[in-house]
């Protein structure tokens, strides 16, 4: 019974190390952040202009190049 015991005590230590959540890898290089990624402009009157600011962060800790923007 003592033998039964501590292979019991073994198996939930060794469960226990490895369903412990690992340390997140550092990134590294630039990541950009969309505050709001989509804006709906609702109706729009042909001719009309209409314009929204999309706020950009970069999180990362490197410089963030932004060298192309296409309307999707």
Excluded: C, Y
Aim: proline share 7%.
């Amino acid at each position: 019974m003592k033998k039964q015991g501590v292979f019991v005590l073994g198996i939930m230590v060794i469960l226990s190390t490895w369903a412990s959540p690992m340390p997140a890898a550092e990134f590294n290089g630039p990541k950009i952040v969309i505050a709001a990624p989509e804006f709906d402009f609702k109706t729009v009157k042909e001719g009309e202009v209409v314009a929204h600011t999309f706020k950009v962060f970069n999180q990362g800790n490197q410089e963030l190049r932004i060298l192309s923007v296409k309307p999707g």
